[in-house]
């Protein structure tokens, strides 16, 4: 009886293993299902993602203006939800405002204010504060690509409150743009005329201004320590409040410009090309021995002048400055009601030498 019963048992114990031995089988073959939709299913996101994209970059292409500004959206979304291609769609649609702004039938239509398309474009890259690309936490590491606009038709573009560090503006045309409240940090405006333009309370710290077409701008309380105005020309701009200690302004043309105020500790003015850093100005005087004050403007100068004149506010006033400098010697020298001496460190100016905003200089002898 006791050897049926352990039979019986054992019997039991056999069923037992061997069913859960295919229970088991069951549940890896179940896994592997599971493991294999998921395979397809992350494969078919990826195909629709891939689609979106090419699908997008297709209608950038189009000839209606509309499309083109749904392809801009849909280009936005993506570039907020996938990583894979963030830094491509950026570029694609800074390229876009530069190719699509350099066309001529653009520049003889768009001559108060860029297309709604454009404007739309520069809002989603730098604007809107929760979705915009570069207000976003992604654009700040090192290695995200910095914006490209170089040789853009931005005329009277709106950039207030644009988050644009590092940008590259160079050869620009921003004639009466906007750039109150913007962050523009190491930003290049080398080379770009800007005639009428306001940058009024905005952040520039470090950025560059040199060789730059800024008669009539506004620059009332901007902040720009360590900038360059190197070769600007400066003739009737607003300084009135900057701060630019330790800024370079070696060469700069500043017939009739206004310092009300303006704080230049530090800030310099060389006969030949020296860049320092900014930290190299602290301990410094002001040292303004090449800054122009007053002399002839040149004719490719006036004329600059006169082509941005429907940008300009002051423009009476600018061609006061001009012919108040025909026939004047070139006087150097420090501009009156600026505020000088030794640039003293601080925590503030600490923080604005350590970041690693990069300075775009043009190097010129």
Known sequence: MEEQITLTSIGSGLIAIIGLYFFYKRLKNQDKQIQHQGEQISLQIKQRVDERFNSAITLLGSSETSARTGAVYALH????????????IVQI???????KTNEVAYQETYTERPSNEIQTTLNLLFKERERGLYTQDFAKVTEFSRAD?????????????????????????????????????????????????NFGHSRCQRASFSFVQCQGVNFGGMECQGASFMHAQCQGAYFGGVECQGTDFGNAQCQGARFNGTQCQGAYA???FISQELSSRVGKNTEFIFLQLEGEIDEDIIENIENAKNYLNDFKEIQEIIKDNTGKKTRYGTPED??????????????IIEKDWKLSLCFFD
């Open 149 to 197: 606009l170089s040789r853009a038709y931005l005329v009277q573009a709106n950039f207030r409150g644009a988050q644009c560090q590092e940008a590259n503006f160079w050869f620009a045309q921003c004639q009466g743009a906007n750039f109150r409240d913007a962050q523009c940090q190491g930003a290049s405006f080398s080379f770009v005329q800007c005639q009428g333009a």
């Open 93 to 99: 649609l800074c390229s876009h405002i530069r190719s």
């Open 270 to 272: 060389f006969e030949k």
């Open 77 to 88: 979304e993506l570039a907020l939800e996938e990583e894979k291609y963030r830094q491509q």
């Open 338 to 351: 600026c505020i000088t001496g030794i640039l003293e460190n601080s925590e503030q100016l600490q923080s």
